[in-house]
Nanobody, 122 residues
Framework: QVQLVESGGGSVQAGGSLRLSCVASVGIAGTMGWFRQPPGKGREGVAAITTSGGSTAYADSVKGRFTISQDHAKRTVYLQMDSLKPEDTAMYYC?????????????????WGQGTQVTVSS
């Protein structure tokens, strides 16, 4: 079973930046995704990266502002978040996906971490 630990969340003002980290207990062969869940809403895909080829995908709402990257040696996936907006406020989670399918479908992912809270004030 894979264990994931997210960190890097916090409270920032609109326009600020944060970098989230997700450390996996083992190397992942597949896709690593970042998801978020705003208060009272469902979980939505933010970004994903294939662990072998490094191909990336982003939700339209974060394109141009967020960047996903990885460090294989550290078994870590990062989410650099710039130009943050109040609507980015959510609990952020990472998870691996081993199967084919659309990257933004949360049901295809396994072994969710505990999440890290991001709060953006206006």
């Amino acid at each position: 079973q894979v264990q994931l630990v997210e960190s890097g969340g916090g409270s920032v003002q609109a326009g600020g930046s944060l970098r989230l980290s997700c450390v996996a207990s083992v190397g992942i062969a597949g896709t690593m995704g970042w998801f978020r869940q705003p208060p009272g809403k469902g979980r939505e895909g933010v970004a994903a990266i294939t662990t072998s080829g490094g191909s990336t995908a982003y939700a339209d709402s974060v394109k141009g502002r967020f960047t996903i990257s990885q460090d294989h040696a550290k078994r870590t996936v990062y989410l650099q978040m710039d130009s943050l907006k109040p609507e980015d406020t959510a609990m952020y989670y990472c998870a691996p996906k081993y199967s084919a399918g659309i990257w933004s479908i949360s049901g295809l992912y396994n072994y969710w971490g505990q999440g890290t809270q991001v709060t953006v004030s206006s």
